[in-house]
């Protein structure tokens, strides 16, 4: 089942990689198609494209159902960021989106390092995401299914940057963890409005 949702337009523009997650919380086979007019984010395993003017890109994106109403949803998925050390700088109420598209961050988001979070290579047996500057979207978006649950489908898109030494940015992939962590922290603060 592919469900198709609207992309936050800024993330269109941010979007110069793609990235993949292994980690869904959603039915295996369901998917959820974000579209705009330069991306499309994509769960099933689809491959990856260029991104560029009158190009698509496929990113994979985390789901979570959630056994509760989108605007429930919506309503503790700021604090959930909040909690996380995601400060947010865009969101558009109307369509349940959230996030932050150009998030600069070093060794650690809160508690958990880099390298829990992403993978960026690594340099002598040690994981680059820890020593990097990393550059990261991360972004947010909740879709009800009319029936009184709804889906969270997060995506995190992220490239990492040598600080020691000059180079060139180096495209980093979601591990799933970020994305874990954002839906079990919504679960939480919603069964604490219980």
């Known amino acids: 089942m592919i469900r198709t949702l ?35 984010i994509q769960t099933g395993g689809a491959g990856n494209l260029s991104v560029g003017t009158g190009m698509t890109n496929i990113v994979q994106a985390s789901t979570a159902r959630m056994l509760v ?4 949803v919506f309503a503790v998925l700021p604090g959930a960021y909040e909690s996380l050390g995601i400060p947010i700088t865009t969101m558009v109420s109307k369509e349940r ?24 290579g690594y340099q002598q047996s040690e994981p680059n995401a820890d020593g990097y500057q990393i550059q990261m979207s991360v972004s947010s978006e909740v879709k009800d299914n009319g029936d009184g649950t709804s889906v969270l489908a997060t995506v995190v898109q992220a490239t990492g940057r040598p600080v020691q030494f000059s ?28």
């Open 167 to 194: 180079g060139a940015d180096v495209r980093c992939t979601t591990v799933g963890e970020l994305e874990k962590r954002i839906a079990a922290v919504v679960q939480q603060k919603l069964s604490e409005q219980r």
């Open 69 to 72: 109403n989108a605007d429930k």
């Open 97 to 120: 989106m959230l996030g932050n598209l150009d998030f600069k961050v070093r060794a650690r988001i809160g508690a958990l390092p880099m390298r829990r979070l992403l993978d960026c």
């Open 6 to 40: 609207r992309v936050l337009p800024a993330l269109a523009l941010a979007t110069a990689c793609a990235s993949t997650s292994g980690s869904s919380a959603s039915p295996e086979g369901e998917g959820i198609v974000v579209q705009s007019t330069q991306n499309i």
